[in-house]
């Protein structure tokens, strides 16, 4: 393989390494499209690496928030009061245009340049394209306080890492959401942002996992108990 292809199959593992995340049990990703239409992904169940489940985000929609939830197998909380999580999405959606030019520019672009005969007539612009953007949509997100946590170091390391590596760039909107930490419980949230189809394929996976965890417990144990009531629970719960 030439430098190039090198490089560009490198670009690819970073950005599918960046799209990916490994889920605990009591664990689903919820990801944000800009109508506001909410969709839970459980990961690939056949695929476990160190007891966790590979889930493996839509590689041609990362504009699309994407925030990791859980829920504690012995309590359920039907009400959170931390449900203002949700609206960052909007915040983030904004990022859409910018970090989709990036990724045009990266996986696009930049090839048409390094890999036919239009060379530096396909490279530049690609490179204009890529670092513009990436730099607009790194001050939006500093004006806007997007990160975790307002510390001035945080941002530094989020910005060298988005401008060293372009395709955490591309990926900008799930780095910021995938950090968060939400306190709603993933069944309470699930259940006030999504539609009842897909709802219905969460709750069939909770009720799955719940099914696990009661074969690892003793008939009559208080933890057989308290998994019972949860998931009668959760079968009462309608979006």
């Given at each position: 393989m030439s430098h190039e292809a090198q490089l560009f199959s490198l670009a690819i593992l970073f950005y599918l390494y960046d799209s990916s995340a490994l889920l605990y049990s009591n664990e689903a990703i919820l990801t944000c499209d800009r109508t506001e239409r909410w969709r839970a992904e459980t990961g690939w169940a056949g695929i476990v690496?160190?007891?966790?489940?590979?889930?493996?985000?839509?590689?041609?929609?990362?504009?699309?928030?994407?925030?990791?939830?859980?829920?504690?197998?012995?309590?359920?909380?039907?009400?959170?009061?931390?449900?203002?999580?949700?609206?960052?999405?909007?915040?983030?959606?904004?990022?859409?245009?910018?970090?989709?030019?990036?990724?045009?520019?990266?996986?696009?672009?930049?090839?048409?340049?390094?890999?036919?005969?239009?060379?530096?007539?396909?490279?530049?612009?690609?490179?204009?394209?890529?670092?513009?953007?990436?730099?607009?949509?790194?001050?939006?997100?500093?004006?806007?306080?997007?990160?975790?946590?307002?510390?001035?170091?945080?941002?530094v390391g989020f910005a060298f890492e988005c401008l060293a590596c372009p395709p955490f760039a591309v990926n900008m909107a799930r780095r910021i959401s995938l950090a968060s930490r939400i306190a709603e419980p993933?069944?309470?949230?699930?259940?006030?942002?999504?539609?009842?189809?897909?709802?219905?394929?969460?709750?069939a996976h909770c009720l799955s996992r719940l099914d696990d965890a009661m074969h690892l417990v003793a008939e009559d144990s208080t933890d057989k108990k308290l998994l019972v009531a949860q998931r009668e629970r959760l079968m009462e719960l309608q979006p």
């Amino acid at each position: 393989m030439s430098h190039e292809a090198q490089l560009f199959s490198l670009a690819i593992l970073f950005y599918l390494y960046d799209s990916s995340a490994l889920l605990y049990s009591n664990e689903a990703i919820l990801t944000c499209d800009r109508t506001e239409r909410w969709r839970a992904e459980t990961g690939w169940a056949g695929i476990v690496i160190a007891g966790r489940v590979l889930c493996m985000l839509n590689p041609f929609s990362p504009h699309r928030p994407a925030f990791r939830l859980n829920w504690d197998f012995h309590t359920l909380e039907s009400g959170a009061t931390d449900t203002g999580w949700s609206e960052r999405a909007r915040q983030l959606n904004a990022l859409a245009p910018m970090t989709l030019a990036i990724g045009m520019a990266l996986f696009v672009l930049l090839p048409l340049g390094l890999f036919t005969a239009l060379g530096p007539y396909a490279v530049v612009p690609a490179l204009v394209v890529l670092y513009g953007s990436t730099v607009l949509a790194l001050s939006y997100v500093h004006r806007r306080g997007l990160l975790a946590t307002r510390k001035r170091s945080r941002f530094v390391g989020f910005a060298f890492e988005c401008l060293a590596c372009p395709p955490f760039a591309v990926n900008m909107a799930r780095r910021i959401s995938l950090a968060s930490r939400i306190a709603e419980p993933l069944p309470s949230a699930a259940v006030r942002l999504l539609d009842a189809e897909n709802w219905g394929r969460l709750r069939a996976h909770c009720l799955s996992r719940l099914d696990d965890a009661m074969h690892l417990v003793a008939e009559d144990s208080t933890d057989k108990k308290l998994l019972v009531a949860q998931r009668e629970r959760l079968m009462e719960l309608q979006p």
